[in-house]
């Protein structure tokens, strides 16, 4: 079984986030980061601090880039060069172009590529698309997710649209992923994205997105983001409606998805129990799993480059008001390599 010899690439918070996962899996660790933080890690961490992108690329198995969006495309094809998989924080690339120029490279170099696409890990939204899969929802019309946290000020990019793509991007990306996953193919979107888009952010900053999504399948789903001031708590909802009922959930009123509709077995609620291990540590374990030569993981490069495709024409949509069609199509491509 090949070794997991993790070079970390950026030492903020999403590298927090990821580094339990790895150690618990037994990977060794090394992180390179270019403003300091590395060595912050290393005092509550089983890790080494590379000097240099190349010593940390030159001595890996797998590269976790957990750096800002503009940043990943050259990181990824660096890692690939040198030999390595790579786990990529979200979005895979600002520009549907440079998700797919990571795709292929992944593909070219015999490498794999997975997206941090972690809400497909949480398990409210694993038993949400079980639900659908299974026909308890009958044929699905409409769904709703919202998404609420704090402006991520504690960074300047994330306000900088020219870097994150803003709101509709870097946060709502999740959701609009999430509403591929269950429904299919996006044709058209029309977003709106309000609030403080310009770097810097103070502490009290708010901005809001929406977007509705028509997919192939004939469902209409509308995605909805918050970043609030600090004190905002981090909430996500649903609401699905089909033929049979409803389903809902929201994580800050109760821990279960309840459905709604007819008499008999469909009207059963889904028990959600203990929510268990951790999404994050799920979504690495299955990504490790793939690297080392094991099944394929829940999300794959594209997807990662379905993605970034739907969050460029939201964001088109939101500079002229209108409704934007969405190539959503996947590539005709082996892509094997990047799963």
């Given at each position: 079984m090949k070794r997991l010899d993790v070079a970390m690439i950026g030492a903020g918070f999403i590298a927090r986030t990821h580094l339990p996962a790895w150690i618990a899996l037994g990977a060794r660790v090394r992180v390179f980061s270019t403003d300091g933080q590395a060595a912050r890690l290393a005092?509550?961490?089983?890790?080494?601090?590379?000097?240099?992108?190349?010593?940390?690329?030159?001595?890996?198995?797998?590269?976790?880039?957990?750096?800002?969006?503009?940043t990943?495309?050259?990181?990824?094809?660096?890692?690939?060069?040198?030999?390595?998989?790579?786990?990529?924080?979200?979005p895979l690339a600002l520009a549907p172009a440079d998700a797919l120029e990571m795709a292929c490279a992944a593909d070219k170099a015999g490498r794999q590529l997975y997206?941090?696409?972690?809400?497909?890990?949480?398990?409210a939204y694993v038993r949400l698309r079980d639900a659908i899969r299974s026909g308890a929802l009958g044929r699905v019309a409409v769904a709703r997710f919202t998404r609420t946290g704090r402006y991520p000020t504690w960074s300047n990019?994330?306000?900088?649209?020219?870097?994150?793509?803003?709101?509709?991007?870097?946060?709502?990306?999740?959701?609009?992923?999430?509403?591929?996953?269950?429904f299919g193919d996006v044709v058209s979107i029309h977003a709106t994205q309000r609030g403080h888009l310009t770097a810097p952010a103070p502490e009290e900053a708010v901005a809001t997105g929406s977007a509705t999504l028509t997919h192939a399948s004939g469902v209409i789903s509308q995605v909805l983001g918050v970043w609030g001031p600090p004190a905002t708590p981090f909430r996500y909802t649903f609401h699905?409606?089909?033929?049979?009922?409803?389903?809902?959930?929201?994580?800050?009123?109760?821990?279960?998805?309840?459905?709604?509709?007819?008499?008999?077995?469909?009207?059963a609620g889904v028990p959600t129990g203990d929510f268990g291990e951790d999404p994050f540590a799920t979504?690495?374990?299955?990504?490790?799993?793939?690297?080392?030569?094991?099944s394929a993981p829940r999300v794959t490069a594209l997807d990662g480059v379905a993605a970034v495709r739907i969050a460029a024409a939201a964001r088109q949509s939101v500079a002229t008001g209108l409704a934007v069609a969405v190539d959503d199509a996947c590539p005709p491509t082996s892509m094997e390599g990047s799963r």
């Open positions: 005092e509550d961490f089983p890790i080494t601090e590379a000097a240099t992108l190349e010593e940390a690329l030159g001595w890996a198995t797998v590269v976790d880039i957990c750096t800002p969006t503009a990943h495309r050259d990181i990824a094809l660096a890692a690939f060069e040198a030999g390595a998989d790579v786990l990529c924080e979200k997206p941090g696409h972690v809400v497909r890990f949480f398990p990019w994330f306000a900088d649209t020219a870097l994150s793509g803003g709101i509709v991007t870097d946060q709502m990306l999740h959701d609009m992923d999430i509403a591929r996953w269950l699905i409606a089909g033929s049979n009922g409803t389903l809902t959930h929201d994580s800050l009123a109760h821990p279960s998805l309840r459905l709604i509709g007819q008499t008999g077995d469909h009207a979504q690495i374990r299955e990504f490790a799993t793939a690297f080392q030569g094991g």
